[in-house]
């Protein structure tokens, strides 16, 4: 793919603006995305963070939770950021009654997993480089992310098609993962300058193209 992928960012709850941002820069068009007749045209989704169980209610409300799970489950590149990670586990602990997710990443997220007391924090996140991936190239991957947690999940048990992507340097939890197209964080990349993360996943969409 020659010219700037379209992404769209799902504009119903969250931190949209900051999104659109971080994709731009990252070489994307981004666009915002609430109705689903905007989302077939699209290169890749972004799901921002938010409240998983607002952005469950809101899907519903607009009629975006089916469109969205079938274009995920049929190969559409998605990236996730806290509460849109939620939203791209096949499995919740800790969901309220009732609660639906696009699913997508074979992986058990466990909601406000880091406790009360640390509602909010900072922290380093070291990022694995993996051999095989196509972004390998890409360098840059070994320095530690500085990273935003807001009563952040974390991913309590992945499957064998799950590569983990980045642990929490104090609790060595797993905060980002991918699986295909699929990539998430528990984190939120789109609110501090480091922008491997994006480029990480505009790399992921050209390479889907
Ligand atoms: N705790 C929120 C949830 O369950 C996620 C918080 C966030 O996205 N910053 O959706």
Redo the contacts with the bound molecule.
Sequence with gaps: MSSAPVIGVLALQ?DVPEHLRALADAGARPVPVRRPEEVHQLDGLVIP?????T?WRLSVAFDMLEPLRKLIASGLPAFG????M?MLADRLADGVDGQQTFGGIDMTVR??AFGRQVDSFESDVTLRTLAAAPWAGLGGYGRPMRAVF????WVEQNGENVAVLGTEERTGRIVAVRQGPLLATAF?PELTPDRRIHELFVEIVKDNA
Excluded: D, M, Q
């Excluded at 950021?81 to 849109?84: F, T």
């Design positions: 969250g963070g938010g409240e998983s169980t952005l950021s806290c509460a849109g939620i909601r406000n807001i009563r952040a999940p939120h």
